[in-house]
């Protein structure tokens, strides 16, 4: 398995507040996404990475800021969290997009009260 | 718009062969993905198709239609274990992944 890791696990915070969660990997891979998954919904793409201080928006981005200043390490901030941001989040990494699978952390479960 | 459509739920019975469908409506093709994801866990890999064809990897096997825009995950010898939901995603002109809503397999003894 590739070796991605996810923290905290799981979080229960309440409206308003700040939320950063973290991924972390051990495979050198460059490219790292972050998803939200829903009932109803496919994943979907909030932010991913090409390189260390290199990001760009994905299909949701609204409300969410990321940042990565080590390969390893890629961040998730909710600055002001919404009830709407209630989801499951999963980190992902890949070698590269054009070619082969993207890997998947283990998922934080987060609520917003 | 990017659209990629497949049944919400299926149920098969142990020891039988199931077939889950995905079709699928998006900006370019640079391939089709199937994961495997079980309850409360992350998703897992499980085939790959870029040409037309079909693709066999043990009891799992995929196939892939680019004219038709549609693909499907073939199961066979259906184990309790293969109870999850599977993921069907399509990588775009960007390289990005669009992913649809999953299918919940059941498997009944």
């Known amino acids: 398995d590739a070796g991605i890791t996810q923290s905290p696990r799981h979080k229960v915070t309440e409206t308003g507040t700040p939320v950063t969660l973290r991924c972390h990997q051990t495979e050198n891979h460059r490219y790292m996404y972050w998803y939200r998954q829903d009932p109803g919904h496919g994943l979907r793409l909030i932010h991913y990475s090409y390189g260390v201080k290199d990001t760009d928006k994905g299909e949701v981005s609204d409300g969410y800021s990321v940042s990565r200043s080590k390969t390893e390490d890629f961040l998730l901030t909710l600055e002001s969290a919404t009830s709407s941001q209630t989801s499951v989040y999963f980190c992902?990494?890949?070698?590269?997009?054009?070619?082969?699978?993207?890997?998947f952390g283990p998922g934080t479960r987060l609520t917003v009260l | 718009g990017q659209n990629i459509d497949q049944p919400t739920e299926m149920t098969a019975t142990e020891g039988a062969i199931v077939q889950i469908n995905c079709t699928y409506q998006t900006s370019g093709f640079n391939g089709l993905f199937w994961y495997q994801q079980h309850a409360g866990e992350a998703p897992t890999f499980l085939s790959y198709?870029?040409l037309d064809g079909l693709e066999e990897k043990g009891r799992f096997s995929s196939f892939l239609s680019r004219s038709k825009g549609y693909s499907y995950l073939l199961l066979k010898e259906l184990q309790m274990k293969d109870s999850a939901s599977y993921l069907c995603a399509v990588r775009d002109s960007n390289y990005q992944l669009i992913w649809g809503a999953g299918t919940k397999l059941i498997i009944k003894p």
């Open positions: 198709n870029v």
């Open positions: 992902a990494i890949s070698d590269s997009p054009e070619v082969g699978e993207q890997f």
